[in-house]
């Protein structure tokens, strides 16, 4: 495995440097062209495949579904990405060992001496003309300024990426903890509307109504649960992440400072300050590589998770075939689609609604009366001869009693009657009947009191029928239920459920990890290779101070050349 520093890989860099200071484009499709240029690195695997170096294709799990996904290969593919790096680590730290026990006690000590790499008589600084040029020093003063110069920008650079690497980690867990916390919130708010409603007076609906309340509190109940556990993941994170930032940041000033006692050791002639700085430099240059390893992966994974997504947010998601976006939103191919965790709470209200509809036009609603006829006697009535027309109690409309015409039959003309046993021989009705089969020939059933009422609002009031008054009472609860319950679920169920509601919280979590988070690490990642690039140079040519750094071995005419 090789780590490709091409074309690829330096427009990451230099995006990197340019974003810190040059407003080139917006956040966003800066985060765009970082990610795109992440996702053409090439990846492998090697201990996962039988040790065999074999490239890893491209994509989340490798454009696998996550359920398919194996793990332990794409884990490998994306830490491999540090490989190399961590290998130029562990050679810095040898090769900063060597290097500065060579230059310092095996070839020539902390005196210059006669001679390159092998040293000769030490410089004898009463001999003139002995020492080294006021050029080769120069120079090496003009190197030392020139790092600690070039380490400033990279510094800020760097630290600024740090901290807004910070801030987003906790950005990312106090806004999913928000939207579980607003979701729990609703819900407990719709359970307490749903049994505030006048739908628990429709006969049969307290069962769905005590259903549907089962379902929300069982909702609410595990998602406080999650929410509980999520609090403290996001607390651990958000400290694992400052102890990240503090010892980066550590690293971070180390580094300058060991590039400014260079440059002073120079300016000054102090070489041990000189020797000071190459020593620490032991230990802040494999650091440095460390830290560019350890967080070059990360921006490699993001490229994948955000891949879905483009620079105005998620304006829609017609990409179903990355995995995340597919293991989140199956089903939701469309904004009217409902969250699959809620498909059967939907379905469960729809029942719901179906069973008020039964209630108000069934048979103890308007399916008892409309279209039937009552046997009506012109006033003055004679009872004693039949009947002279009919009345229908409620003339319905054509169409059926659904929630589009339902209105329709609230506003229909209701004929208001009573029924009494006419007796013959007394030639009076008998108002007090209770049971139609005690009235017998020659006695006859026969209504009276006929008349008309607006509506059912009326009837439920007005109507002497007590079988009107009670399918008035029916279908005015049902009506009323229903418009309460439609109400809550247009205003409150659906915004909650409907797969648009994710939409917002996703544009949310896409700026913090795709644009934010993003933007952030490669400030990061990027000044901390070019700095660990730096401190290589400023190691030499700290190890080098040693010797020149002081007036002693500078040349005071002309003279041979040391070591």
């Not at 490989?83 to 680590?89: D, E, H, R, S």
């Not at 050029?135 to 400033?152: E, H, S, Y």
């Not at 205003?491 to 996703?506: A, G, K, Q, R, T």
Request: glycine share 8%; hydrophobic share 45%; proline share 5%.
């Amino acid at each position: 495995m090789c780590l490709k520093i091409n074309d690829e890989s330096a427009t990451v860099l230099f995006i990197a440097l340019m974003s810190g200071g040059v407003a080139m484009a917006d956040s966003q499709s800066r985060a765009l062209d970082i990610i795109k240029e992440y996702s053409g690195i090439d990846r492998y695997t090697y201990f996962t495949t039988g040790q065999k170096l074999t490239e890893y294709p491209p994509g989340l799990c490798g454009g696998t579904p996550l359920d398919n996904c194996d793990w332990a290969k794409y884990g490998e593919a994306v830490v491999l990405l540090s490989g190399v790096t961590l290998i130029i680590a562990l050679v810095c730290l040898v090769f900063s060992v060597l290097f500065w026990m060579g230059r310092s006690f095996f070839f020539g000590g902390c005196n210059p001496t006669h001679g390159l790499m092998c040293p000769g008589p030490k410089l004898d600084p009463e001999v003139p003309g002995e020492g080294y040029t006021k050029c080769q020093v120069l120079v090496l003063k003009f190197l030392a300024i020139g790092f600690a110069i070039a380490a400033v920008p990279l510094f800020i650079t760097a630290m600024t990426g740090n901290s807004a690497s910070t801030k987003g980690v906790g950005d990312f867990g106090d806004t999913v903890l928000q939207k579980g916390n607003d979701t729990i919130a609703s819900i407990e708010v719709i359970s307490q509307n749903i049994t505030a409603t006048q739908a628990s007076r429709v006969t049969g609906f307290n069962e769905y109504i005590n259903d549907m309340i089962n379902r929300l509190d069982d909702i609410v109940v595990h998602g406080k649960e999650v929410r509980d556990q999520g609090l403290e993941i996001n607390e651990q994170s958000k400290k694992y992440s400052g102890y990240r930032n503090s010892v980066v940041l550590a690293g971070l000033i180390v580094g300058l400072v060991v590039c400014i006692v260079v440059a002073v050791a120079g300016l000054c002639n102090i070489p041990l300050l000189s020797c000071v700085g190459a020593l620490s430099l032991v230990i802040v240059l494999p650091f440095m590589w460390i830290v560019f390893s350890a967080h070059y992966p990360i921006n490699s994974l993001l490229s994948d998770v955000c891949l879905a997504y483009n620079t105005t947010g998620v304006s829609g998601l017609s990409n179903f075939t990355n995995p995340i976006v597919n293991e989140i939103f199956a089903g939701c191919e469309n904004d009217t689609n409902i969250i699959p965790v809620f498909a059967d709470l939907n379905e469960l209200v729809y029942e719901m609604f179906d069973s008020v509809y039964n209630q108000t036009c069934g048979d103890r609603g308007y399916g008892a009366v409309c279209g039937q006829a009552i046997p009506v006697w012109t006033e003055p009535p004679n009872y004693n001869l039949p009947n002279d027309s009919f009345a229908i109690i409620v003339q319905c409309p054509n169409e059926p009693c659904n929630n589009e015409t339902l209105p329709d039959y609230l506003d229909s003309p209701i004929v208001d009657f009573l029924v009494g046993c006419y007796i013959v021989a007394d030639g009076a009705i008998n108002t007090t009947i209770t049971n139609p089969a005690d009235c017998v020939l020659p006695d006859h059933l026969v209504t009276y009191n006929v008349t008309t009422v607006a509506n059912v609002t009326v009837c439920n009031t007005t109507c002497a029928n007590g079988l009107l008054r009670n399918v008035s009472d029916v279908v005015i609860d049902g009506y009323w239920a229903l418009i309460s319950f439609q109400g809550i679920y247009n205003e409150s169920v659906i915004p909650l459920i409907s797969c648009s509601n994710l939409m917002p919280f996703i544009e949310d979590i896409h700026g913090i990890v795709c644009v934010d988070e993003v933007n952030a690490l490669t400030l990061l990642i990027a000044p901390t290779a070019l700095f660990a690039i730096l401190l290589i140079g400023v190691g030499v040519v700290g190890v080098l101070g040693q010797k020149r750094f002081n007036k002693k071995a500078t040349q005071q005419h002309s003279g041979n050349e040391m070591a």
